[in-house]
């Protein structure tokens, strides 16, 4: 199969605010991405825009983005900040954020966007082709920012296979850029060393911290 015959869309809307200051100001996005390939599928992408007869939904993206310039616009500059805006949101971004904050890493991002990718689906008959990698590219591609994050959580293993679940993921997205946070089930992602190019298949996870 083709891994490039696909198109994504992405769309983002404000889901929250950092409090009663300023409650119109948003500071966090959720972004969608949808895949497509052709197929017998008809109906709306995610933009709400309309699929062509041939296109076949066969897996989808979301993540989050937290607007650092404008948080920063706003007068809230500290990694504390940063946590409050996530923990409104989800206990997976609690959960992410408090391994940031825990081992500094927000406190280098003065500027700079912060995006988050919570849930990547594929179609189990579409599996093993690098869809749900091309998403992340996809959505990573689109947006500036400072570093991306993500929460290495798989959900259809048995818990005795869970240690090589995660690192199966691990180095799946290691293969994107990600390196994992020593001692900690999250990934994360410096602006500068996300790849375009898929790297190729590792055999250890590349370790940060």
Same mark, same amino acid.
């Given at each position: 199969m083709d891994v490039n015959n696909f198109r994504a869309y992405t769309t983002e809307h404000g889901v929250? #605010?950092?409090?009663?200051?300023?409650?119109?100001?948003?500071?966090?996005?959720? $972004?969608? @991405?949808?895949?497509?390939?052709?197929?017998?599928?008809?109906?709306?992408?995610? @933009?709400?825009?309309?699929?062509?007869?041939?296109?076949?939904? $066969?897996?989808?993206?979301?993540g989050y983005r937290i607007k650092r310039?404008?948080?920063?616009? @706003?007068?809230?500059?500290?990694?504390? %900040? *940063? /946590?409050d805006v996530a923990d409104?949101?989800?206990?997976?971004?609690? #959960? $992410?954020?408090?391994?940031?904050?825990?081992?500094? /890493?927000?406190?280098?991002?003065? &500027?700079?966007?912060i995006i988050v990718i919570d849930r990547v689906v594929v179609n189990e008959r579409y599996r093993g082709h690098d869809f749900g990698l091309k998403m992340i590219q996809k959505i990573l591609g689109m947006h500036d920012y400072s570093?991306?994050?993500?929460?290495? @959580?798989? &959900? %259809?293993?048995? *818990?005795?296979?869970?240690?090589?679940?995660?690192?199966k993921l691990m180095l799946h997205y290691a293969r994107v850029g990600f390196e994992r946070i020593k001692g900690t089930s999250v990934m994360v992602l410096p602006k500068h060393k996300f790849h375009e190019q898929l790297k190729p298949k590792m055999q250890k996870v590349p370790v940060i911290g």
């Open positions: 929250c #605010d950092l409090g009663e200051v300023d409650p119109n100001h948003e500071y966090l996005t959720v $972004i969608k @991405a949808e895949l497509c390939l052709d197929g017998e599928h008809t109906g709306f992408d995610v @933009a709400g825009r309309d699929k062509e007869p041939h296109e076949k939904t $066969i897996g989808s993206t979301t310039d404008a948080m920063n616009r @706003a007068g809230y500059h500290s990694p504390d %900040d *940063i /946590f409104d949101e989800s206990q997976d971004l609690t #959960d $992410i954020f408090s391994v940031l904050l825990d081992k500094c /890493f927000l406190e280098t991002v003065a &500027t700079g966007d570093f991306a994050s993500l929460l290495v @959580a798989p &959900t %259809d293993h048995l *818990i005795s296979s869970m240690a090589l679940a995660k690192k």
